[in-house]
């Protein structure tokens, strides 16, 4: 198994087809253009044309190309920090507490968007389940629960012994139940979103990478290689995939990159005491471990690390015998998928507004939680781009003089962490 470094792995081929979307071949004109064909961009070309206006996303490769069709498909809450210091760093920035509330709500706003737009995309909003692996992981996990537990969430502290039934494993102490997220298949919801999107009236065209973007009286003119699109709104919804006008803000953030691994379908006799909520699971552990199954019963294990080259064979070993760790009963099953991607990470690990020019923005940085927040970021977006809403008050991206250091650290760290764990 070699893993194409442009394919979204095992979510390219258990997704639905991708809605049409030929690439732009011709002078255009909107009243919105949204750059970039991932969570953030279609949430905001959906909500935009819902509203009425006339929408155009310009796509430079694929629907779901970048990080929103490489995930693990863990939909959370909130962000990677504890809800205190998310709260406490956003105040620091002026934004109120609407926005900690806002990222709080953001699977609710996920699952919203699926039921009524009928997106298949294996969405189970059964929970999930972060998982102490260590001491100190049970006292971090004591802390955001009774962080989350002040702020009216009905999460759950699971002992080890409610652990172990919920996840099926002995590896864990205790685990954090949040009841409001779950798990989806990444790539089939962001076509899903595009199929709504395009149901609603908004154009979509991949292969239309933007070349260069100008002010021209109160428009803006992005060229594509087909064609131009004129439009006084601008939303940029690249992430850490940003490519052409917004490639400087997206080479601001440091990129993590994570690979996940899975096996064809498991009999139902292996998989009958895995996960048998359906939740999808994580550990605390520095260089953390993902799991969850999917809708046909395939057993994904994820972590930090690349699958190029010179990594590939030492993450592959490595989630060979963390799977066996977790789960004895799958020592030995074949790993028949692999794939990674880029997490847009910075250093305060909440998110940026860029604004090149008056009546152009986008969000970006998500630090590993793409799905909610992509989705109801981009939904501040368009109301922002239809005069309905105000953008929400964060930094803007600024280069980071450790960004490379950071790249290397995380490739190199990871592999050299996964190379030296030999025990299960």
């Known amino acids: 198994m070699t893993p194409d470094p442009d394919s979204p792995g095992l979510w390219a081929e258990t997704a639905p087809p991708a809605p049409e979307a030929p690439p732009l071949d ?45 995930n693990v498909g863990l939909v959370n809450a909130g962000l990677w920090l504890m809800p205190e210091e998310m709260e406490r760093r956003l105040a620091r920035r002026g934004a109120d507490r609407a926005l900690a509330q806002m990222l709080a709500d953001a699977p609710a706003a996920v699952w919203d968007m699926v039921a009524r737009h009928g997106i298949e995309c294996e969405a189970r909003p059964a929970g999930t389940l972060h998982c102490a692996a260590d001491a100190a992981g049970l006292s971090a996990l004591d802390a955001r629960a009774r962080q989350w537990q002040a702020r009216g969430a009905t999460v759950e502290l699971l002992d080890g012994a409610a652990t172990r039934a919920r996840t099926g494993s002995e590896a864990f102490r205790a685990a954090l139940f949040d009841p409001r997220a779950g798990t989806i298949q990444p790539l089939a919801y962001a076509r899903g979103l ?8 908004a154009a979509v065209h991949v292969g239309s990478p933007v070349q260069t973007a100008r002010r021209d009286g109160g428009d803006w003119v992005l060229t594509t290689p087909g064609g131009t699109l004129r439009a006084p709104r601008v939303i940029w919804a690249g992430n850490a995939y940003g490519q052409g006008p917004a490639a400087d803000p997206a080479r601001a953030l440091a990129t993590l990159p994570y690979f996940s691994f ?12 895995i996960l048998p909520g359906g939740e999808g699971a994580w550990d605390t552990a520095k260089i953390l471990t993902s799991f969850r199954l999917d809708a046909a019963g395939r057993f994904i294990i994820g972590s930090v690390g690349q699958l190029g080259a010179p990594d590939m064979a030492t993450h592959r070993a490595w989630a060979e015998r963390r799977m066996a760790r977790l789960y004895p009963q799958l020592a ?54 239809l005069g309905t809403g105000d953008l929400l008050h964060l930094d803007a991206p600024a280069p980071d003089p450790l960004r490379s250091a950071r790249n290397l650290l995380y490739r190199g760290g990871a592999a050299l962490w996964h190379l030296a764990i030999r025990r299960p």
Not at 194 to 201: C, D, T, V, Y
């Open 194 to 201: 595009a199929r709504a999107a395009i149901g609603a009236g």
């Open 26 to 70: 011709r002078d255009a004109v909107a009243d919105i253009a949204v750059v970039g064909a991932g969570y953030t961009g279609l949430a905001a070309a959906l909500t935009a044309a819902e509203a009425g206006a006339r929408v155009t996303v310009l796509e430079a490769e694929r629907i779901g190309a970048g990080g929103s069709g490489r």
């Open 262 to 273: 899975a096996t064809d379908p498991l009999p139902a006799d292996l998989r009958a005491d």
């Open 332 to 385: 030995g099953q074949e790993l028949k998928h692999g794939w990674w991607g880029r997490i847009g990470t910075t250093p305060d690990a909440l998110p940026r507004l860029w604004q090149p020019g008056e009546g152009a923005f986008g969000y970006l940085g998500f630090n590993g939680r793409g799905i909610g927040p992509g989705t109801v970021l981009g939904q501040c977006l368009a109301r922002a781009a």
